[in-house]
């Protein structure tokens, strides 16, 4: 399967950071999915079947942090890689989010959006 028909689901809530992402995955010949809160994540997770999934932990209805406890706990959809990239930059936060199963860690503000789409090629 090549990266054009590799699907990737970004849960985001800012509208303006998920066009941008949605824009550049589309430029890169991604499909991107867009999800804006956390309370219908997992379903949509199992819905759609994503290669990969770009998790922003701040997210509303349900944190990044619940959701990717659902996700690492249904066995249907476990195993597709994570990616979570948000604001928090603390050390407890990374260190939690890794040990809760995301593959990776990277904050919004110390990332350019190419650095990004090359480091989601590590994973899809």
Known sequence: MDKHTKKILI????????????????????IPVLVESGE?????????????IILDLM?????????????????IIANIPIIVLTNLGGR?????????GANDYMVKSENSIQHIVDNIKKYV
């Open 11 to 30: 849960i985001e809530d800012d509208g303006h950071v998920s066009k941008v992402y949605e824009t550049k995955f589309i430029q890169e010949g991604y």
């Open 40 to 52: 219908h994540a997992t379903k949509k997770i199992v819905h759609e079947k994503p290669d990969l």
């Open 59 to 75: 997210v509303p209805k349900k944190d990044g942090f619940a959701i990717l406890k659902e996700i690492k706990g249904n066995s």
């Open 92 to 100: 407890d936060d990374h260190e939690r989010a890794l040990g809760l």
